[in-house]
């Protein structure tokens, strides 16, 4: 059988403080409460942009702008394979408040801090990497 290959985009929204929004998994999905930068799966046919601003207004009910590409890297899970770009973007609102649609929690978090949380294993290599820890 083969694998699955799963194309996953996720934002990295930072605010005025310069802090990163990150939320928690919910409890019945795959990797539950877990942390991860917002996001999830591109849709046949989608653009990376269109499926990340489709994901967040989703899951949160707030419209973002995605800029670039930050981040790029592949993760090999046991019986399928991630490949993960994360996007810069900009809520189109800061007032807008973010609602819990389909995340458990969220938190506005400083890169000291991030650490805290748990990350998936693909979430973990995209942080090592903005963190430099990862060359």
Same mark, same amino acid.
């Given at each position: 059988?083969? *694998? &699955?290959?799963? *194309?996953?985009?996720?934002?990295?929204?930072?605010?005025?403080?310069? *802090?990163?929004?990150?939320?928690? &998994? /919910?409890?019945?999905?795959?990797?539950?409460?877990?942390?991860?930068?917002?996001?999830?799966?591109?849709?046949?046919?989608?653009?990376?942009? !269109?499926?990340?601003?489709?994901?967040? *207004?989703?899951?949160?009910?707030?419209? %973002?702008? %995605?800029?670039?590409?930050?981040?790029?890297t592949h993760?090999?899970? /046991?019986?399928?394979?991630?490949?993960?770009?994360?996007?810069?973007?900009?809520?189109?609102?800061?007032?807008?408040?973010? !609602?819990?649609? &389909?995340?458990?929690?969220? &938190?506005?978090?400083?890169?000291?801090?991030?650490?805290?949380?748990?990350?998936?294993?693909?979430?973990?290599?995209?942080?090592?990497?903005?963190?430099?820890l990862?060359?």
């Open positions: 059988m083969a *694998r &699955r290959h799963i *194309r996953v985009v996720g934002a990295m929204l930072q605010n005025a403080e310069g *802090r990163y929004l990150i939320t928690q &998994r /919910p409890p019945k999905a795959t990797l539950p409460l877990l942390w991860e930068f917002p996001g999830g799966r591109v849709e046949e046919g989608e653009s990376d942009e !269109q499926a990340l601003a489709r994901e967040i *207004r989703e899951e949160m009910g707030v419209d %973002v702008q %995605v800029l670039e590409q930050a981040l790029h993760h090999d899970y /046991p019986t399928y394979d991630i490949d993960f770009r994360v996007f810069r973007c900009r809520l189109t609102s800061p007032e807008s408040a973010i !609602q819990h649609l &389909r995340v458990h929690d969220h &938190r506005w978090v400083s890169l000291e801090e991030i650490s805290q949380y748990q990350f998936p294993d693909a979430d973990a290599k995209t942080l090592a990497k903005l963190l430099g990862e060359a």
